[in-house]
């Protein structure tokens, strides 16, 4: 008579529990990947606004000023925006100097055809925390975009800040101080793909506002947004699907948003900050501000 050794089988309930281990396993190391995945995009994303703050006062040391952060008469390049004026400073020169030709052909960037510059993504320009930083297709032209405005000051009408339509502001002329002072933040491209161009851009009203350069309180006067609310908007956190966030600074970052300051530090505002933002804002508005990070 032979005897047959029975190996012991795994139970349903072994194996259910073998697949909720692996099942948590696989959810933290996918949450693991990607916290790592937001830090990198966030020191990637404040380490591009101090290569802009570099560029700021290379700028302002070559031309005693800050660039305007747009403008559209008496000038060689209308409707370019400050970020392109940049461009020498940022290591550049190549794609400036393909802008200082298309200029020359035709300064109307809008007509056909198109200026080259204004569909080549600049990496310094992108915040690697929106996917949306290459060029896209816009009523049939390309299209390549910034996730970081100039602060034109508290609200669009008063140019209180340091880059507004037409501005030349001096870094004597930021009697807050320029620790006290922000010159430029993030806010992600428009969901339709019309404000948020680097390149050059008219915004809501021919002035920039929305494209290139953003107030701390925002409004909306462009008609291209009828269903959005007049406003005010102001920093918070916003959807990339939603239209209205537009018309206020914000982040795909986790909190909050980086913001540049006139001197050339970087800092990263927590939403709770939305009060202070438009004191920050200001150049010379006196106010007492203190920041907490």
């Known amino acids: 008579m032979r005897c047959t050794a029975r190996h012991p089988g795994v139970t349903l309930i072994e194996l259910l529990i073998v697949f909720a281990l692996l ?3 696989t959810g933290l190391v996918l949450a ?3 916290r790592v995945r937001a830090s990198a995009a966030r020191t990637q994303c404040a380490n591009n606004l101090k290569q802009i703050g570099l560029a700021l006062h290379q700028y302002h040391d070559t031309h005693r000023a800050f660039p305007a952060g747009l403008r559209t008469q008496n000038d060689p390049y209308p409707y370019l925006s400050w970020l392109a004026r940049l461009l020498p400073m940022l290591e550049q020169q190549s794609l400036w100097e393909l802008t200082q030709r298309e200029y020359a052909r035709d300064n109307r960037f809008w007509m056909e055809p198109r200026h080259s510059p204004g569909a080549i993504p600049v990496s310094a320009f ?3 925390a929106d996917g949306r930083g290459s060029a896209t297709v ?11 405005l100039g602060v034109s000051g508290a609200t669009p009408t008063r140019d209180d800040g340091v880059l507004y339509y037409d501005s030349a502001v001096r870094i004597v002329d930021i009697t807050d ?23 050059a851009g008219v915004g809501q009203n021919r002035d920039g506002d929305g494209d ?8 909306r006067v462009t008609f291209r947004a009828p269903t959005c609310p007049f406003g005010p908007y102001q920093f918070g956190p916003g959807d990339p699907e939603n239209l209205c966030d537009a018309f206020h600074f914000w982040s795909r970052h986790s909190g909050g948003a980086h913001f540049l300051f006139a001197g050339g530090s970087v800092r990263f505002l927590r939403y709770d900050a939305a009060n202070i933002l438009p004191a920050l804002a200001t150049r010379a508005g ?8």
């Open 138 to 148: 816009r009523e049939g032209y390309q299209v390549a975009f910034t996730h970081y």
């Open 177 to 199: 101080g320029t620790s006290q002072t922000v010159a430029c933040g993030e806010r992600p491209p428009s969901p339709d793909y019309r404000l948020g161009w680097w390149y």
């Open 23 to 25: 099942a948590t396993l």
């Open 126 to 128: 992108v915040c690697p």
């Open 32 to 34: 693991g990947v990607q």
């Open 212 to 219: 290139m350069i953003l107030s701390a309180i925002g409004v």
């Open 286 to 293: 006196g106010e007492a501000v203190t920041i907490s990070e």
